[in-house]
């Protein structure tokens, strides 16, 4: 297929993945839509516009429409995630009510704080006006102490946030999260193929469901929970392709809501935690190890699944609001703690930090 040239500046027009449909799709200015104020997508006509500046805003807000029609509805992919580098989807996977959207907004939140500058990692959305949405819609509304609604049934995968991430070596990649229901992974088949073409896994695991210690059975039973393994990983692991015996996704396993753990030993150690100086491979290594024994020990193996059958994997102490809501509201606020260590995490094993030496970010989660 003949391409029109990508707007200066950009990598040249190559084939990516479509990060919904898994289908190949090439940068193409013929094809491009825009959004008006009814949120409907009209044909965009860059042929009229000769200053470079105004061209390259155009192109932030504009969109391509996939091709592929086959079994998927209409889909559109911003532009700039087609005129970078190498895509990046990061998909956040458990069942409801384990916390993942809240952990995935905290984590975005974070990053636009500048929570990777310390890495050498600066960022810039992809899309100005869903950026816009996503923060007044979810970061705003959970900063403010409202809970966020359960991620609804889907049959079909689709961006939550993206973002442009550039590296120390000046690479910009664009980054794709992804919040998957894992009912919705257990009940359509589209769903798990799209799991076919993700980059990085974040495991969330909810000790209310996970976590056999007596405190927790009170607020189990009010919320009407039972503790057991979480369906969706296995699921999940099931339906990932196999590089000899291990899966070859990057993945971080995240024990979220840990403030209801806070008083347990090691996770009153790492909840402590400040953000480190400098990424270190050893200190990944060392929260995994504890981790890792603290769900062996309360959980059982079901829990550590991911870790025992994905070559890379790191495990997590994270709370995404710090305490727990009350029916749809956070009485005391929220507070954030080390929810951007699992994505540091994934995006040193996908090679966005770079690698630098034997414990930088080229040995995370070997």
């Known amino acids: 297929?003949?391409?029109?040239?990508?707007?200066?500046?950009?990598?040249?027009?190559r084939e990516t993945l479509c990060p919904y449909c898994l289908e190949p799709i090439v940068f193409d200015e013929r094809h491009l839509s825009v959004r008006n104020d009814r949120?409907?997508?009209?044909?965009?006509?860059?042929?009229?516009?000769?200053?470079?500046?105004?061209?390259?805003d155009t192109l932030r807000s504009a969109y391509q429409r996939c091709r592929n029609t086959d079994g998927v509805p209409p889909h559109y992919i911003p532009a700039p995630y087609l005129t970078h580098g190498d895509p990046l989807t990061v998909a956040m996977v458990g069942d409801s009510a384990t916390g993942k959207t809240h952990l995935l907004t905290q984590m975005i939140a974070e990053i636009t704080d500048g929570?990777?500058?310390?890495?050498?990692?600066?960022?810039?959305s992809v899309n100005p006006q869903d950026h816009r949405f996503f923060i007044e819609e979810h970061v705003s509304r959970l900063?403010?102490?409202?809970?966020?609604?359960?991620?609804?049934p889907e049959s079909f995968a689709s961006f939550v946030a993206a973002l442009l991430l550039s590296g120390p070596d000046g690479n910009t990649r664009p980054v794709a999260f992804f919040d998957l229901?894992?009912?919705d992974l257990r009940r359509t088949d589209a769903m798990l193929r799209f799991m076919l073409g993700v980059d990085a896994l974040i495991f969330v695991v909810d000790p209310l469901r996970a976590v056999a210690l007596p405190h927790l059975d009170p607020l189990r039973g009010e919320l009407g929970l039972t503790s057991g393994g979480d369906p969706a990983f296995q699921t999940v692991l099931d339906r990932l392709p196999r590089s000899g015996p291990y899966h070859g996704v990057a993945a971080a396993v995240v024990i979220n809501k840990s403030d209801l753990l806070r008083f347990e030993p090691p996770v009153d150690r790492w909840l402590a935690e400040p953000p480190p100086a400098r990424l270190s491979a050893g200190r990944?290594?060392?929260?995994?190890r504890d981790a890792y024994a603290f769900l062996r020990h309360h959980c059982g193996a079901a829990w550590v699944q991911p870790f025992d059958g994905v070559l890379r994997c790191t495990l997590h102490f994270a709370s995404a609001t710090g305490?727990?809501?009350?029916?749809?509201?956070f009485p005391h606020g929220t507070r954030a703690r080390r929810v951007l260590e699992p994505l540091v995490s994934v995006l040193s094993m996908c090679g966005v930090l770079g690698d630098a030496g034997g414990d930088g970010p080229g040995a995370v989660g070997m």
């Open 284 to 288: 990944f290594r060392a929260e995994s």
């Open 1 to 13: 297929m003949t391409t029109s040239a990508p707007p200066p500046g950009h990598a040249p027009a």
């Open 323 to 329: 305490s727990h809501g009350h029916k749809d509201s």
């Open 115 to 124: 929570g990777l500058e310390r890495y050498g990692i600066t960022w810039q």
């Open 39 to 56: 949120e409907q997508y009209e044909p965009l006509d860059l042929s009229t516009q000769t200053s470079p500046l105004r061209r390259a």
């Open 181 to 183: 229901s894992g009912e």
């Open 143 to 152: 900063r403010s102490g409202r809970m966020l609604e359960h991620t609804p």
